[in-house]
């Protein structure tokens, strides 16, 4: 594949109760070896994919929380985050897990991939996109 | 963009979200169980009046009449058939379905 | 234009395999390609074969199996989502130990990446779910 795309995955459920943060999570992954521009969106319900303490021992069902930790190693490294939808749920970022990826163009350095966006500048970066994936 | 928002407003925030990350000069189109939004006289009417005034909202017929407001939807938005829906996705630059 | 177009629900439970049926029969009829219909998450359940609704109703699974006969189309339906939920072709059905398969003719099964390769090589990808 010869072109490079925007690609904006938009995340806006909650884990667990419904497949789709999981089976979205999936697509990301696998479309990291397509080598796109890739950015997630976590808004509405969808924070709550990314917070921390998740427990899932006892309901049985499969904890997919460390993977979004791990997909700094896949390219993704632009993981927007809503304030709103945070401060409606009482959030802060300081909930969230610590998502992260090296730099090797800083030496390994490690930076942030969360980036707290207004509505606004979320309105923006649909506008800049190619292709949006919900789920 | 063309943004699709196919869930009630009085159940779900998809529709609130969606108004609230729209870009000027954008359209919506309200389709499925998301034709609701185009009530009027809703506790969400004037939230879809004042979103008319920067993006152009469109209702897609087939559901609209399928759900029986069709003597009920908000003056200014715009039916559109199937065919007409192809064509709002032709003439906007890309989609995003607000699921 | 080109288009890819993604199911996420599957028959009946949910509008969004209807809609997007009409959207892409639309589409054929207004001249446009449809590079794929790409069915993910339960909209791999309208990929069975199995299928036997009301007479006096639509039938979700043949309207889109004629559909892709009529004009080639390419449907496919995901198979890690299919796996989960028991849709399966001869040669999955054998690999997994199955002792049936129940894919409807005009699916067939497909990885991830070509979710991907609709995304990247049509003009527009539109999403059906809920």
Redo the contacts between chains.
């Keep these: 594949?010869s072109?490079t795309?925007k690609?904006l995955y938009?995340n806006?459920k909650a884990p667990y109760g419904t497949?789709?943060a999981l089976?979205s999570l999936?697509?990301v992954l696998?479309?990291a070896?397509?080598e796109?521009d890739v950015q997630l969106l976590f808004?509405?319900d969808g924070v709550f994919q990314i917070a921390k303490g998740q427990d899932t021992a006892e309901s049985g069902m499969k904890n997919f929380s460390p993977t979004y930790t791990a997909l700094g190693d896949y390219e993704v490294t632009k993981m927007y985050v809503d304030k709103?939808s945070l401060e409606e749920r009482g959030l802060t970022v300081d909930d969230l897990l610590p998502l992260v990826w090296e730099d090797e163009d800083d030496d390994y350095a490690e930076k942030d991939s969360i980036i707290l966006v207004s509505?606004d500048e979320?309105?923006?970066l649909?506008?800049e996109?190619?292709?949006?994936?919900?789920? | 963009m063309l943004h699709t928002v196919n869930k009630s407003p009085f159940t779900n925030n998809s529709l609130e979200s969606c108004l609230d990350c729209v870009a000027d000069g954008a359209a919506v189109l309200l389709i499925e169980d998301g034709v609701y939004g185009a009530l009027n006289g809703s506790k969400v009417a004037d939230k879809v009046k004042a979103a008319m005034g920067k993006v152009t909202v469109y209702a897609l017929s087939a559901d609209v009449k399928a759900r029986g407001i069709a003597d009920k939807v908000i003056d200014g938005i715009k039916l559109v058939d199937y065919a007409g829906f192809v064509d709002l996705t032709v003439e906007n630059d890309k989609v995003q379905a607000w699921l | 234009m080109k288009f890819t177009i993604q199911v996420n629900e599957g028959p009946y439970q949910h509008q969004a395999s209807d809609t997007a049926y009409q959207f892409t029969k639309a589409a054929l009829e207004k001249g446009h390609e449809i590079f794929r219909v790409f069915f993910y998450h339960d909209g791999v359940n309208n990929a069975t074969r199995l299928t036997t609704p009301p007479q006096d109703d639509r039938n979700v699974v043949t309207r889109w199996s004629e559909l892709a006969e009529k004009h080639d189309l390419d449907m496919v339906v995901c198979v890690a989502a299919a796996q989960r939920r028991g849709i399966a072709d001869a040669d999955e059905s054998k690999r997994n130990g199955k002792d049936a398969d129940n894919i409807a003719p005009g699916f067939r099964i497909s990885g991830l990446g070509q979710l991907i390769e609709g995304g990247v090589q049509a003009d527009r990808l539109v999403v059906f779910g809920d």
Excluded: P, T
């Design positions: 594949m072109e795309k690609f938009v806006r497949v789709y089976e999936e697509v696998i479309g070896a397509f796109q808004m509405d709103e509505r979320i309105a923006a649909m506008e996109q190619d292709v949006v994936l919900s789920f």
